[in-house]
């Protein structure tokens, strides 16, 4: 069973930057690793949305165009960790951030076809 620690969550003014981290154990993923990684996030009142995924032999990453040329996903090999880094940060980025992996390609996971693990959540605000 994988397990996945978020981080990273705070508040911010618009237009500043975070960076979200999600660390797994239970497993160790690698360029072999036909998993991938992914962020969604919820805010009050909305369902869950995609916001990034990673696939993590490839590299290959996805993004939801509300956060394209702003949000960029990657992952640390030796560290078994995937960050999010948030730039340009809008208030309607609001919402609590979740990680997830399961093993899907990137592709798939941005469509949400998947039922992986998911961590406990980490709170963004953005302020305006």
């Known amino acids: 069973q994988v397990r996945l620690v978020e981080s990273g969550g705070g508040l911010v003014q618009a237009g500043g930057s975070l960076r979200l981290s999600c660390a797994a154990s239970?497993?160790?993923?690698?360029?072999?690793?036909?998993?991938?990684m992914g962020w969604f996030r919820q805010a009050p009142g909305k369902e869950r949305e995609f916001v990034a995924a990673?696939?993590?032999?490839?590299?290959?990453?996805y993004y939801a165009d509300s956060v394209k040329g702003r949000f960029t996903i990657s992952r640390d090999n030796a560290k078994n960790t995937v960050y999010l880094q948030m730039n340009s940060l809008k208030p309607e980025d609001t919402a609590v951030y979740y990680c997830?992996?399961?093993?899907?390609?990137?592709?798939?996971?941005?469509?949400?076809?998947?039922?992986?693990?998911w961590g406990q959540g980490t709170q963004v605000t953005v302020s305006s």
């Open positions: 990673i696939s993590w032999n490839s590299g290959s990453t």
């Open positions: 239970g497993r160790t993923f690698s360029r072999f690793s036909s998993d991938a």
């Open positions: 997830v992996v399961d093993r899907v390609t990137g592709a798939t996971m941005s469509r949400g076809e998947f039922n992986g693990s």
